[in-house]
């Protein structure tokens, strides 16, 4: 289980406007979030197991995680266990699909889209509103009810980034009273000390709540439990316990809360679990209880510490620094709004985004949903699911560059996880052998295309998703991942598309489809609105990704057989990506006008990032094309959510365009980020924080053109800086060092004796690395 700490302002506007908060990170504490008044909130806890799951299945770990409000007389431990899930519908291919696959096509390659579509929802999707899936849900309230404080002063409310801990503290009639609260992965528990510097002064009374039906809530001896089956209905069960440790003071136990009066010190033990895994939530939680009876709390923040740190101390990053880090966050973004220059704000983002991965996403998780871990309601948007046609990749665009590969590992694990399902719908649905996986999926791992066509009708999610294991691969060098897991994986989502795609009756070449390119329609020549189509351009460069990828890891192992040489056929026959007539890379294999110029999605850039498919080198036609795309869609409103706006970041750097890059993460901060520095869609949603901190990396660094080109998108605006501990392609540990907007030094260390080609600036040289050593490379080397 993990435990880390977050502060966080409210999210739900409502409430926000109901509080001034200031959350700020100041020089002295560089990475805290820092506000003056209450509402924050606390975060996830997870148990890395240490195994890759090339190694043997993972074992299971919970994970937790908690967000603290910081109220003075009032305050609420809102408080979250990753596998509390509803589980209402079970998701049904129709049966026929495969059936009326070639009648689709047909319709499709003659431009009948209306009829094309009739029969796609006829016999294809399942028909369901995009809320009425499955959901992930908050597990619920602690709340601690204190007598009202007097006069009170220097309140202050952070969250420091560099311990995973938050804290609120106050002074009240002269006595300062502090509230310390982590989530501790190595512990399984999210703790909270109150303390106070006068004896006796620690007086509440502790209650927990669920805003569900019916949940259990009794009383044992110094121990608040809370059990229920979520939704009443096929969902889990959970329990979660509140355990008290008082110095000094009396407790009361009531019916369902239990009184402190007069204490010198509290505190507050929460454990959680459910059955999702098949475990006897009581019996864990009890567990986790005993496990920890003994050790002291200053011992269980220690250790919690260490392991934050021993992943989080991995990077650093400074791109400089200003008067504004004296201000809380919210002022610092209200400033930076107003045009100010902030370039310490950008590191904290920047180190925030990894915080928040190490805090969601360690192995023997669930991966990371829309809101991370950190959902507050029973009925969050997109029930905090698992969208696979842009939001959980975005989630683990930072993983493996900013040095977090174990974080990693709940996707790469999950996707293999959607193949029981991925396989029957690949069958059911096209008649294909492989595994699939449509654009969204949840804990229970559904694979069927749901929904309406525009965003169901696109079976790529799980070959988008298996990618990610071929990056992971080439940031870790991990072949036994790669030979007892990864392959097989890859190779089974290669298998599908390799049945999937189809010979164009006109071009001669291979198409994918029935497919369409998320979430954007276009006009037919009838002038309706319509998604589907054969050839969207985003399938074809997926395809590309994934089948190279499965090439040259069969190379890797030595495993190439029949089908890696099918493949290697197939992918010279693909429909390469296509420039239409304005100049702009074609979304669709028509040159279709489609509905929404400035739509969210990018698909057909797909190419540029994350793959590396265009290039200035190879592909500068399609680097400019993909240029005009963007700019259109900006032109017309787009970059408007979070996760889009931190796509261009990673378009703008790939294209190497340092001041547009910069802009675009700018916009990220000013448009797109609650003051607790919660990425937001709006509304929350965590995709946008972790697709900045990927793009504000790809802006220092690069790896995907066989090289390690430095500093490649430094906009001026960071022109003194350093980064330590980035990886790039092939396993290498890199260095940066700059000063007035120049690279100053840079260091290398490699897993293995060789020779890297390492460009700046357009010039590239070649360099030695011995393995293990740190190899220095200086300006004037270029
Ligand atoms: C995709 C996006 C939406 C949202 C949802 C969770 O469908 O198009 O903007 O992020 O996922």
């Known amino acids: 289980m993990i435990l880390k700490t977050l502060v966080q302002t409210i999210i739900r506007k409502t409430v926000y406007e109901k509080i001034t908060s200031h959350i700020y990170f100041s020089h002295s504490i560089k990475f805290n979030v820092v506000c003056r008044q209450s509402s924050l909130s606390t975060n996830p ?70 009829e094309a579509e009739k029969l796609v929802r006829r016999h294809l999707l399942e028909d369901r509103m995009p809320n009425n899936t499955n959901t992930y849900q908050t597990l619920g309230d602690l709340h601690l009810d204190f007598e009202k404080f007097e006069q009170i002063s220097q309140y202050r409310r952070q969250l420091n980034l560099e311990n995973a801990t938050a804290s609120v503290s106050f002074i009240s009639d002269g006595v300062h009273y502090s509230r310390e609260s982590f989530s501790s992965n190595p512990a399984n528990a999210t703790f909270m000390k109150l303390s106070a510097d006068k004896p006796g002064r620690i007086s509440f009374t502790a209650s927990l709540n669920r805003p569900g039906e019916g949940e259990n809530i009794s009383v044992d001896g110094h121990t608040i439990i809370m059990n229920q089956k979520v939704d009443n209905k096929d969902g889990v069960t959970y329990e979660t316990r509140i355990q008290i440790r008082a110095k000094g003071g009396t407790l009361e136990a009531k019916d369902k809360s239990i009184k402190i009066s007069g204490a010198a010190e509290v505190v507050l033990i929460q454990v959680a679990a459910t059955d999702y895994r098949g475990e006897n939530p009581t019996q864990s939680c009890k567990k986790y209880l005993k496990d920890i009876a003994e050790k002291s709390y200053d011992d269980l923040r220690k250790e919690h510490i260490s392991d934050y740190q021993s992943l989080f101390n991995r990077v650093s990053l400074d791109l400089g620094t200003s ?35 190490i805090s969601s996403s360690r192995p023997g998780s669930l991966p990371a949903n829309l809101q991370g871990l950190w959902e507050s309601t029973l009925t969050p948007p997109w029930n905090a699911d698992y969208h696979i046609n842009i939001n959980i990749q975005m989630n683990y665009w930072p993983a493996v560059v900013t040095n977090l590969p174990e974080c990693h590992l709940p996707f790469l694990n999950f996707i293999g996880q959607l193949r029981e399902n991925g396989r029957k719908t690949a069958n059911t649905l096209y008649g294909a052998r492989g ?38 691969f080439l940031f870790t060098r991990d072949t036994t991942f790669l030979r007892n897991y990864g392959f097989d994986v890859m190779k089974e989502a290669a298998l599908f598309l390799s049945d999937f795609l189809v010979k164009d009756p006109e071009t001669g070449r291979l198409v994918s489809g029935p497919s ?24 074809h460069q997926i395809i590309h990704h994934l089948f190279s990828s499965v090439i040259e890891a069969a190379k890797v192992l030595n495993a190439e057989d029949h089908f890696t040489r099918k493949i290697t056929r197939q992918l010279k026959q693909l429909t390469p990506s296509e420039i239409g007539e304005d100049g702009r890379i074609l979304e669709w294999s028509e040159d279709l006008k489609e509905a929404e110029p400035g739509h969210r999605h990018m698909s057909h850039l797909y190419g540029l990032y994350p793959s590396s498919q265009f290039s200035w080198q190879k592909t500068p036609e399609l680097m400019e094309a993909a240029r005009k795309v963007i700019e259109k869609r900006l032109k017309h409103g787009g970059g408007h959510t979070g996760w889009s706006r931190a796509w261009m970041v990673n378009f703008y750097a790939r294209l190497k365009d340092s001041n547009e890059a910069y802009q675009n993460m700018r916009a990220l901060l000013t448009k797109s980020t609650h003051p607790n520095l919660f990425d937001n869609h709006p509304p929350f949603q965590i995709d ?16 995907h053109q066989g090289n390690i080109e430095l500093l490649p998108a430094l906009p001026f605006q960071w022109r003194e800086g350093s980064v330590k501990g980035l990886k790039a392609r092939g396993g290498y540990t890199i260095n940066i060092s700059w000063s007035d907007g120049a690279l100053t030094t840079a260091e290398i260390i490699g897993p293995v004796d060789t020779d890297v080609p390492v460009v700046y600036n357009g010039q590239a040289i070649n360099v030695t690395i011995n393995k293990g050593e740190t190899t220095i490379i200086l300006a004037q080397d270029f």
């Open 45 to 114: 806890v997870v148990r890395p197991t240490g195994q890759s799951m090339g190694r043997g299945p993972p074992n299971w770990e919970w994970h937790m995680g908690a967000m603290i409000f910081g109220g003075i007389d009032k305050e609420r431990i809102q408080l979250n266990e990753e596998t509390i899930w509803t589980k209402r519908d079970e998701f049904t291919d129709k049966p026929d699909g495969h059936k009326y696959i070639n009648k689709i096509r047909t319709l499709l390659f003659e431009e009948q889209y209306e």
């Open 323 to 357: 008067d504004a880090i004296y201000f809380p966050v919210d002022e610092r973004l209200t400033a930076l709004r107003k045009g100010a220059e902030d370039p310490a704000l950008f590191s904290l983002y920047y180190q925030f985004g990894r915080y928040l991965l």
């Open 435 to 472: 595994f699939t996986a449509h654009h969204t999926t949840d804990a229970w791992h559904f694979t069927t295309a749901q929904g309406q066509p525009q965003w169901a009708m696109w079976p790529m999610g799980a070959a988008w998703a298996s990618t990610h294991i071929w990056e992971h």
């Open 516 to 539: 369409m390119s998320p979430e954007n329609t276009f006009f037919t020549p009838r002038g309706n609105r319509a998604s589907v189509v054969m050839g969207p351009s985003m399938d």
């Open 688 to 703: 946008g924080n972790f697709g900045g901190t990927a793009g504000l990396t790809e802006m220092l660094l690069q790896s």
